[in-house]
């Protein structure tokens, strides 16, 4: 796994060993990124289940002003750690060892102008997320939210119930990437 594009470009990042945890592929970050490269630079970027950081770290590295990283495993946030220092993305990017409840209960400074959710897939994380997000007042009108998951029936069906609409969905093998925008 390397970053992409940007200050870091072509850095190779440090993973998780085991299947705790299931890597974004190279092809759908780079989609990703190409589809959201007008809103990254100087935003606020979300990388709720972050894993290794890859995420986050492209955000940061493709000029995002500030990156917020959350991952429950303190063996995820060391490697998050490493991968910032490697970076070097200390200044813009600031990383949490929390659950995701936790996390978003904390006053931000700002709101996130997108939030990138990639929860473990077998879980309803990504819509529990999605809901706190929205009880929390933390969208504008303009933030983006941003689901990978291999379910697009269970999540559409889920998203229905929140105020929140699909502005574009994406597949890239058994991965989607669903946008989503404030009603």
Do not use: W
């Amino acid at each position: 796994m390397r970053v992409i594009s940007g200050t870091a470009r072509g850095t190779k990042l440090y993973t998780l060993d085991g299947s705790l945890t299931r890597p974004t592929l190279d092809r759908v970050k780079e989609s990703l990124f190409n589809i959201i490269s007008q809103e990254i630079k100087g935003c606020v970027f979300l990388d709720l289940f972050a894993g290794s950081g890859a995420i986050g770290i492209e955000a940061g590295s493709r000029g995002a002003s500030k990156v917020i990283l959350c991952d429950k495993s303190k063996e995820a946030v060391n490697i998050i750690k490493k991968n910032i220092e490697k970076t070097h993305l200390e200044e813009v990017t600031k990383v949490y060892c929390n659950n995701y409840e936790d996390l978003l209960n904390k006053d931000f400074l700002e709101k996130p102008d997108i939030i990138y959710l990639d929860p473990p897939y077998d879980t309803d994380f990504a819509y529990l997320a999605t809901k706190q997000i929205i009880k929390n007042d933390l969208l504008t009108k303009d933030t983006l939210i941003i689901i990978e998951t291999d379910d697009i029936e269970k999540i559409e069906k889920q998203i229905q119930k929140l105020e929140v609409e699909k502005i574009d969905l994406r597949k890239y093998g058994r991965a989607y990437l669903i946008f989503l925008k404030k009603k």
